[in-house]
């Protein structure tokens, strides 16, 4: 149990298109969902923490306008890099947080982004 | 949530055991220590958690000291499928629910 998928897996775009990146918890509803991103041989970064039915929380220095995340249901959040330049391309990843017991989260696989 | 110290990088054969080693001196009473490890592109998988009492699961055992400054990750017969990075977390269950992630360690295990 306790699946988290993401899709896609790899996406390719070119410099100054959207991007939209799904993250679904498969088996449990999550009513909090992470978005991180990584870059090469560096460590996870958070990016924002999405709470369903309401707006994300961001950390700081993550521009809520670049990074639209919605999260509106319980096994669904996505994230859409706006106008992406190549800067943007890194690894994401999204988590998806048990909405009792443990309370735990489970990662998803990934989604590597390339801009061209 | 506290700060974690971890060494860069270790080796280990395969078939003996990788003790992977984690400072957390300014961990606080109701903090608890996770552990996560992640693959070469992919997400990061949980491996184990406890509070103060060594824990034991089917992927790995964790050992805590008895002031909790520190804490050591076994997994008891390494594999070649066990090379990833691996991340000493602190943090409240259930309180804070973000994962602070540091640079972790490295483990390669060589055939």
């Known amino acids: 149990g306790a699946v988290v998928s993401q899709h896609p897996s790899w996406v390719i775009c070119k410099s100054g298109t959207s991007v939209k990146i799904e993250c679904r918890s498969l088996?449990?509803?999550?009513?909090?969902m992470f978005w991180y991103r990584q870059f090469p041989k560096q460590s996870l970064m958070l990016m924002a923490t999405s709470n369903e039915g309401s707006k994300a929380t961001y950390e700081q220095g993550v521009e809520k306008d670049k990074f639209l995340i919605n999260h509106a249901s319980l096994t669904l959040s996505t994230l859409t890099v706006t106008s992406a330049h190549p800067e943007d391309s890194s690894f994401y990843i999204c988590?998806?947080?048990?909405?009792?017991?443990?309370?735990?989260?489970?990662f998803g696989p990934g989604t590597r982004l390339t801009v061209t | 949530d506290a700060k974690t110290t971890q060494p860069t990088s270790m080796d280990c054969a395969e078939g003996r055991a990788a003790n992977l080693p984690c400072n957390h001196s300014t961990i606080s009473g109701n903090e608890y220590v996770y552990w996560y490890r992640q693959i070469h592109s992919q997400g990061p998988q949980y491996i184990i958690h406890?509070?103060?009492n060594n824990e034991t699961n089917e992927m790995a055992s964790l050992i805590i000291t008895e002031d909790r400054k520190s804490s050591t990750l076994i997994l008891p017969h390494a594999t070649l499928r066990d090379t990833a990075v691996y991340y000493c977390?602190?943090?409240?269950?259930?309180?804070?629910?973000?994962?602070?992630f540091g640079k972790g360690t490295k483990l390669t295990v060589n055939p």
């Open positions: 088996d449990f509803q999550a009513t909090t």
């Open positions: 988590s998806a947080r048990l909405s009792s017991g443990s309370y735990e989260q489970y």
């Open positions: 977390i602190v943090r409240v269950a259930g309180g804070s629910e973000k994962l602070v």
């Open positions: 406890g509070l103060k």
